[in-house]
Every structure is written in structure tokens, then in C-alpha cells.
């Protein structure tokens, strides 16, 4: 029972831990169609609607940016 405990805590707290994530947004407007691009080109993994920040290589984050930008989005990252 103690050991189920332990796993259901840490399932609730990974489950609520933010994720790091980028996207391309006007607004509140998420691009998502232009985050899944920009994610690509910046060498990072799409997953939902979110390009995830730990998958982004060492200036990737600036190319993402750069790309949402060429496309008139902003970066949330």
C-alpha cells in the first residue's frame, strides 16, 4: 500500500509540473500549424500544440523564434 501511495504522488505531481514549452501566438491566438513548422525547422519535438523546450538543441530556441517571426507570430518561448 505505501509503495502505491508513493507512485500515486508522484504520478499527481509530474502530471501538474508545468511543462516547458514554445509556441507561435498572435494574441491569444496559438498558431499551431506555424509552431509545428517552426518546431521542425528548429530541430524540436511538436507534441499537442507545443513545440517542447527540452527537445530544442542549443540554439534552436532562436531559431524558433526567428521562424515565427518570418511567419508574423510571436514567440512564446
Keep these: 500500500m505505501h509503495l502505491f501511495n508513493i507512485m500515486l504522488v508522484a504520478a499527481t505531481a509530474a502530471l501538474m509540473s508545468p511543462t516547458l514549452a514554445c509556441k507561435c501566438k498572435s494574441g ?5 500549424d506555424a509552431t509545428r513548422s517552426c518546431c521542425g525547422f ?4 511538436f507534441y499537442l500544440d507545443d513545440c517542447t523546450y527540452t527537445t ?3 540554439g534552436g530556441t532562436n531559431s524558433f523564434k526567428d521562424c515565427c517571426g518570418r511567419q508574423s507570430y510571436a514567440s512564446d518561448c
Design 28 to 32: 491569444s491566438y496559438n498558431a499551431v
Design 56 to 58: 530544442l538543441p542549443s
Design 42 to 45: 528548429a530541430g524540436g519535438s
